[in-house]
């Protein structure tokens, strides 16, 4: 990267508490692109809280991540919206990107991004919140988000079989992959087995494994001070 570029602002939860936030840092760490850190409390403290004042300045719907670009002056919120923007911006020679340039390559990448931000994400993400944090235990609604992510597994199961589980769309990992893995890991918080899904197992391995991935918890993780934007 150019030495004159500023680093990026990621956006998250302090500690790699939420799944979002990471999928952004992995792309940053696989492109090496420059960033820090600045972590936000849940909440609506105004200083420190994402539904505070200060952080609904940079993301009006009060979510990570969000990322802000002091480069060129962009600032995107929205995990889709920032990876592709990651990809367009700093991915000139399609690294991580659909790895084939047909109608269909660019069709597929886009189906198992949307099918994770519309559908895996948000049916894991209901069953985390009636099984950890809703003040009311509601035995039918765990029972659906449990079924619905399931049946979410079985969509990729069946999908990860085409590269032997080495990555979601054959060939190689993308940010695909990325969208996909903060995810998967969280299943045991929402209660969930991977025993009857050995190609999830294995790619979940393989993804963990990966040094921009490792690099990229760590950096959240260890996201305890207040970072101002540059």
Request: proline share 7%.
């Amino acid at each position: 990267m150019a030495s004159h570029m500023k680093p990026l602002v990621l956006h998250a939860h302090a500690h790699a508490s939420g799944p979002n936030p990471v999928k952004i840092a992995i792309a940053l760490e696989a492109l090496k692109v420059p960033y820090v850190v600045k972590p936000w409390n849940f909440g609506d403290d105004p200083e420190t809280g994402v539904k505070g004042a200060e952080f609904l300045k940079i993301n009006e719907n009060g979510r990570v991540p969000a990322l802000e670009d002091p480069t060129t002056g962009v600032t995107a919120w929205e995990s889709g919206a920032c990876m592709n923007y990651l990809r367009r911006v700093y991915d000139p020679g399609n690294t991580i990107g659909p790895p084939g340039s047909s109608a269909q390559d660019l069709v597929d990448f886009e189906k198992w991004e949307y099918f994770l931000l519309t559908t895996l994400g948000p049916m894991t993400g209901q069953l985390n919140w009636f099984k950890h944090f809703n003040s009311q235990r509601n035995d039918n609604a765990q029972q659906r988000y449990v079924a619905q992510t399931y049946r979410c597994y079985d969509v990729l199961e069946g999908q990860l079989q085409k590269s032997d589980g080495t990555s979601i769309l054959p060939t190689r990992v993308t940010t695909v992959d990325f969208h996909f893995e903060p995810w998967v890991r969280g299943h045991t918080f929402a209660g969930l087995s991977l025993e009857n899904y050995p190609m999830i197992h294995k790619w979940l391995g393989l993804m963990g494994a990966r040094e921009d991935v490792q690099e990229a918890y760590a950096k959240i993780r260890n996201s305890t001070n207040i970072v101002k934007s540059a």
